[in-house]
DNA sequence: CTGAAAGCGCTTACAG
DNA sequence: CTGAAAGCGCTTACAG
């Protein structure tokens, strides 16, 4: 369209500049072999009349074919946090078939290297053209985008990032500050006087996302409301002894509880277990078991990160980024969703 | 594509069955004029095949424009809430240009039936394909989609909803849960013997949306948390001596205020010059001014419903219907998303 | 360096 | 009731 409402097409483009339309498509994609003199015509013709392609007829007349791959943790069940972006990535995968885009997924297990090295390998096998991933293994994703930077394949991380390389985009949360929402949160709901907990859950190290959570918590505890009421448990759930020790010492004064990864549910069980009433908790992350827990009220407010949505705009934008030629925002912040057993239902029966 | 990933085209199907494609096609949009053995068999063949049609090139080949209207009150500044559904409704305009669509959009003044009614006569006239509409004025908006119906023309609600019309989809929140999740949130954060305030600002009668926000709230207040200590107050202000009659009423052992309309800032202006400390304030819709006093920690918490994304889909939904013929949800209630000081940054960033 | 021609998958008059 | 042909706007070998 220009000005006047008109559809502008290479056809009009050429016969105002007195060429055909295979020399104008050489222009607009810089594939060289014309004149210098016929290239600045075409271009001021073009700008001129604010030429915008026709990505429908585009589209069916480009024999190329894109590969995306995906690389992310797997899920045994509906009930895992990695089942929505992997949805996500399949709602993008159908919006885009009919433009030659094909997806291939390929999924690690989260306590394996193994698994995500070999994964890689497969990856790199099929030449993909772009490259969507959750960079859970710092190293083995260092040495992936190494050889994906030197094919100049572009690749797009999400659910945590690592600074410093040269994804096209980040689509997550800025987890120090979710780590603030949740302190927020949890200060306005605790007396001012009130022992706070920051837990973490199971025996494996923190996520990366996990530790920037707990940062943000204690920055926002200390420097902003100006507490230091607050400890760090740790609780194996799998460790009878662990869980005791834990019931024992929320049993006491304990008003509040942060779980800094998604196992907040794990917390609620020995809450309502124990009976303790007047503990208000807040965790990360809807899987099934947390919502339960926030619908029945042992758990307060949960925080969530839109998982499907970065799977989908993680496709969309490598879409974007190789089909349509578009500029892509190098750092995606998801919003970061507070939730409640009143407007939890909304949320999910949203998209 | 079909289960071996070959795609299959209106060619191959056209082949199988002996027939041309013409006749294919004429199965496949019920055209008529095709024998009855040849259509059963070309379904057959469709459904075994589990065709699917590509959707770019039939795009490209139609030669029917689809004309859509949407009617939404008018804005002066880009701070005006009705911006957002605006912005969303041209994002989604901009997507499906090369489908061949065209959207123009309508305007009219919030304060006058009038100008809703001639707007709907200018909609009438340009014989639109589908129409999206916040239905603002009650029974003209019922006129209009009676010669909507008559004509087959598709609608769809935005923003508040109008029960019992044949609207193929409603976008927007459910607004008595809406009050439900303030009143949840006030019912936190102030002391459970404190007073409430459930505050109306402006003179004109509330909105259909203010009024079942309200609703919601105050069935909260009494039937879930026990409380009867709430009242409710107008605020005019334009009205001097209506702001200090309400500034002498808070004054006095209020400790929580919900503003049913999106007009929070007029409270939140009183509330910071009157230097009141112990006030939480409660409010909808992001407003810059509401945005400001939220960041200032005046407000505590804002409510808001997606309105960027109430456009875009509003719009997007008609041409799902329209043209790509998928089914739509009646009932499309919007998340009631919670924004604090800590978490409005990313929200606003994110499209 | 350039243009004419064929083709992407679907739709639409048109002739029979 | 049916098929052959042309066309949507763009891209891609191919011949010159």
Chains 1, 2 share one sequence.
């Not at 409402?5 to 290479?10: F, H, S």
């Not at 607050?230 to 008003?255: C, T």
């Not at 947390?290 to 969530?304: P, Q």
């Amino acid at each position: 369209m220009n000005a006047l409402g008109k559809k502008i097409r290479i056809k009009d483009i050429a016969s105002l500049a007195g060429v055909s339309p295979g020399t104008v498509d050489r222009v607009i994609h810089n594939r060289g072999q014309v004149t210098e003199e016929n290239r600045l015509k075409i271009l001021k013709i073009i700008d001129e009349l604010d030429y915008k392609p026709n990505l429908v007829a585009r589209s069916l007349a480009n024999k190329k074919n894109y590969l995306f791959a995906s690389l992310c943790p797997e899920f045994l069940n509906s009930n895992d946090y990695w089942k929505a972006p992997d949805d996500g990535i399949q709602r993008a995968s159908r919006e885009i078939l009919n433009f030659n885009i094909t997806v291939r997924r390929f999924y690690f297990d989260q306590n394996s290297v193994q698994s995500f090295q070999k994964k890689i390998k497969e990856i790199l096998d099929i030449k993909p053209d772009g490259v969507l991933l959750s960079p859970v293994f710092r190293d083995e994703t260092i040495a992936l985008v190494k050889q994906l930077d030197e094919k100049d394949v572009p690749y797009i991380f999400i659910d945590s990032n690592i600074e410093g390389l040269r994804n096209i985009s980040y689509l997550g949360h800025n987890s120090f500050q979710s780590g603030y929402v949740a302190a927020r949160l949890l200060d306005y709901i605790v007396p001012a006087e009130a022992k706070i907990v920051i837990a973490r859950i199971g025996v494996t190290e923190p996520s990366n996302q996990a530790t920037h959570r707990e940062e943000g918590i204690k920055h926002y505890l200390k420097n902003i409301s100006g507490k230091d009421n607050f400890i760090q448990l740790d609780l194996d759930p799998e460790n009878s002894k662990s869980i005791e020790r834990f019931r024992n010492q929320i049993g006491k004064e304990v008003r509040g509880i942060i779980v800094i990864n998604s196992k907040a549910f794990e917390v609620a069980r020995i809450v309502k277990e124990t009976g303790l009433k007047d503990i208000n908790l807040i965790g990360y992350d809807l899987l099934p078991e947390n919502i339960n827990y926030l619908k029945e009220g042992i758990i307060s407010f949960l925080i969530a990160q839109r998982p499907e949505e970065q799977g989908y705009k993680g496709i969309m934008s490598l879409f974007n980024h190789l089909v349509i030629k578009t500029d892509i925002e190098r750092e995606n912040f998801l919003p970061i969703d507070i939730l409640t057993a009143e407007n939890i239902e909304y949320y999910l029966n949203y998209i």
